[in-house]
């Protein structure tokens, strides 16, 4: 008996479960190379839902793009002025932001995802910002996350461009991520959502390789790997230059 009624819940719960649209993904490029004239990127996302069944009745079918760069944890203080000095006081450690973080939708988001949805998905910014909290004795811990939207949106990193995918006969959508120049070097994480009503009914991931190539990498590599001589080659590096600056003009004087 017990074993007929766990078959009857698996089989009233498999339709929940079951996945009616699917995500079919494009990418204008999934390698983005970092050279020395690199002034940004802007990756073209485009897709389709792929269906089992006609489009269902209710309401519609909206999309949503959101691209994270890696995660670090950030170290926020604030600066309170004091005897006229301006000076650092409190500190909080973000536990985990992104490097960068762009979100595309098709409709407003607070429209297309419920908070509920936003929680167990981390879709917006706020969500992706992970901070356990601060000590007992720092006054208006959440604004120190704040803080981190407030400073990397100002830069560019962060965005949330609503209204900005297009979506055809709640088939195809296309929409483009706009990367800027300081990118830092990782693996960019796309994840895509299909909502309706608020709820997510389908989800779909890939990854973009962003890295730095050719004499970008080699420095790079080489500052890591071999810091004294790195150091070195800098030192006689500045030294040229200054020598080599010097003597040009001392010949122009003459």
Avoid at 14 to 38: H, M, Y
Avoid at 231 to 250: D, K, P, Q, Y
Wanted: glycine share 6%; proline share 4%.
């Amino acid at each position: 008996m017990l074993k007929r009624l766990l078959v009857a819940l698996a089989l009233c719960a498999s339709p929940a479960l079951a996945v009616d649209e699917e995500v079919v993904l494009g990418l204008s490029q999934d390698r983005v190379a970092i050279t020395a004239n690199f002034d940004g990127s802007e990756i073209l996302v485009f897709g389709a839902v792929k269906r089992e069944a006609p489009i269902p009745s209710g309401p519609p079918l909206e999309v949503i793009v959101a691209v994270s760069g890696p995660s670090s944890p950030v170290t926020v203080r604030r600066k309170e002025r004091k005897l006229g000095i301006w000076v650092n006081t409190d500190s909080v450690l973000v536990d985990e932001a992104p490097s960068f973080y762009a979100v595309a939708t098709s409709a407003p988001l607070n429209e297309i995802l419920s908070d509920t949805e936003d929680l167990r998905y981390s879709v917006s910014i706020e969500r992706a910002i992970r901070s356990v909290g601060a000590a007992m004795n720092i006054r208006g811990a959440q604004e120190f996350a704040d803080a981190v939207i407030r400073i990397r949106e100002h830069e560019s990193l962060y965005s949330i461009r609503e209204d900005t995918v297009a979506v055809d006969e709640q088939t195809l959508f296309r929409t483009s991520i706009e990367m800027p120049a300081d990118l830092t070097e990782g693996d960019y994480v796309a994840r895509i959502f299909l909502t309706r009503g608020g709820s997510v009914v389908s989800q779909f991931e890939t990854t973009i390789d962003v890295r730095k190539v050719g004499l970008e990498r080699f420095l790079y590599n080489m500052s890591r790997q071999q810091p004294v001589w790195y150091g070195l080659m800098s030192l006689v590096i500045a030294i040229a230059a200054g020598w080599g600056a010097s003597t040009a003009f001392r010949l122009l004087r003459e």
